[in-house]
C-alpha cells in the first residue's frame, strides 16, 4: 500500500510517499480504508519532534517509533478482528487512529490503517467523507465530561458532537 512514511525528525522535507506492507490487525482492531486524513498541529508537532519531551512522552528519542504520521481519518472497514462486534466490512466510519497519547503518529496517511475499536465511531450517513475529514481533528469527548451523542431538546435532530464541532442529521 501506499503511504507518507518518515524516519527521522524534521521538516515536511522528512515525509516520503513510499509502498510499505498493508497493517495487520489484532484481535480488537478494525482495519479502515482510509478516504480521508486531516493534517493538524497535532501532526506538526509529532513530525517536527518538538518540543522536545513529546519525544520523552513517547513519540521516540531520535526518530519516530511509527513511520507513519497521521491520527484523525475518515473511510470504511476493510476487515474486523475476531473481538470486535460494533462494525462490520463496508461501515463507514470516522476516528483517531493513534494508540497511546496524542504525540505519537497514528498511521492515517495511508490507504489503510489499524485502529482499535474503541478509537472508531460509525459515521452518520448524511455527512459525507470530505465534511468527516474536514471535522476529522475529533476529540470525541470520552471522559471529558461532554456527551458524545445527543438530540435538541425538541427531538427533532440528532447530534454527533466532536470537539467543538457538531455534525446535525435532520430526520427525513
Known amino acids: 500500500m501506499k503511504a507518507i512514511v518518515q524516519d527521522r525528525y524534521g521538516s515536511p522535507d522528512a515525509?516520503?510517499?513510499?509502498?510499505?506492507?498493508?497493517?495487520?490487525?489484532?484481535?480488537d482492531e478494525v482495519l479502515v480504508r482510509v478516504r480521508a486524513a486531516s493534517v493538524h498541529a497535532d501532526?506538526?508537532?509529532a513530525m517536527r519532534g518538538q518540543p522536545y519531551v513529546l519525544r520523552?512522552?513517547?513519540s521516540g528519542l531520535r526518530k519516530p517509533k511509527s513511520r507513519v504520521p497521521g491520527t484523525d481519518m475518515a473511510g470504511h472497514v476493510e476487515s474486523v478482528g475476531t473481538k470486535v462486534t460494533r462494525f462490520r466490512?463496508?461501515?463507514?466510519v470516522f476516528g483517531h487512529s493513534f494508540v497511546g497519547n496524542l504525540w505519537r503518529h497514528g498511521?492515517?496517511?495511508?490507504e489503510f490503517a489499524a485502529v482499535p475499536e474503541y478509537r472508531l465511531?460509525?459515521?452518520p450517513a448524511r455527512i459525507t467523507v470530505r465534511t468527516g475529514r474536514d471535522r476529522a481533528h475529533l476529540r470525541i469527548a470520552r471522559g471529558a465530561g461532554c456527551p458524545r451523542r445527543g438530540t435538541d431538546p425538541a427531538g427533532t435532530e440528532t447530534r454527533v458532537i466532536v470537539g467543538s464541532e457538531a455534525w446535525v442529521a435532520s430526520p427525513s
Open 107 to 110: 498511521g492515517a496517511l495511508a
Open 121 to 123: 465511531e460509525r459515521k
Open 56 to 58: 520523552i512522552l513517547g
Open 89 to 92: 466490512p463496508g461501515d463507514e
Open 43 to 45: 501532526v506538526w508537532h
Open 15 to 27: 515525509l516520503v510517499l513510499s509502498e510499505i506492507d498493508r497493517p495487520t490487525t489484532g484481535d
